[in-house]
């Protein structure tokens, strides 16, 4: 309204009254707009937006975990992979003899930049206690295996206090990998033999 008063023709009352519909109009429309965007089929979708975009991140998670899983089943998460069964001690074993391993391994995708710089056998007799012995031969490592699977004759000296009777016996292992040569430890899977005694 252009006057403090209602117009008194019915040209002005209309335009008046169109006016009037107008502002309801727009009020109506923004509180249409509001309620469809936060309870109506916008808020709707924007909420089904936000839930899917968490579904995405746990699917994602999930995902993650799985690889770990997998490359843990099939020993893609260390450097080195042995067939299980195939690798044993050479028996009979006395007391102050020189044990002889046989072990099949092979590299990983992981370990295929991977070089091997040191090695100790770890002995656990039946007192629970690890004791580490040391290679049969000092020097540098002779051999690195590759991605195919090798069978290697490993010997090593064992500690001197092994009690007799069963044996767990594994290599801790150091590798150097990549071209930053960063440190990598890995471990062979345990072997269980027979220590006798001394004849």
């Known amino acids: 309204m252009t006057q403090d008063h209602f117009p008194h023709t019915w040209s002005g009352r209309i335009v008046e009254l169109a006016k009037i519909i107008g502002a309801l109009t727009i009020l109506g429309s923004t509180a249409a707009l509001i309620w469809a965007w936060a309870y109506g089929p916008v808020g709707k979708f924007l909420d089904g937006v936000t839930e899917a975009q968490v579904s995405i991140r746990a699917l994602a998670l999930e995902v993650s975990q799985i690889k770990q899983d997998m490359a843990r089943i099939t020993g893609e998460d260390r450097v080195i992979r042995q067939t299980p069964g195939l690798s044993y001690i050479e028996e009979p074993v006395h007391e102050g003899e020189i044990v ?47 991605q195919d699977l090798t069978r290697l004759h490993i010997e090593m000296q064992p500690p001197d206090d092994l009690k007799p009777g069963r044996v767990e016996l594994y290599l801790a292992l150091t590798y150097v990998c990549g071209p930053d040569e960063r440190v990598t430890y890995d471990r062979t899977d345990p072997v269980i033999y027979e220590l006798m005694k001394a004849e």
């Open 100 to 146: 002889t391993m046989i072990m099949v391994a092979s590299r990983t995708t992981l370990g295929r930049d991977c070089r091997l710089i040191e090695w100790t056998p770890l002995f656990t007799d039946t007192s629970g206690i690890t004791i580490p012995g040391a290679p049969a031969r000092d020097g540098p490592i002779r051999r690195q295996i590759s």
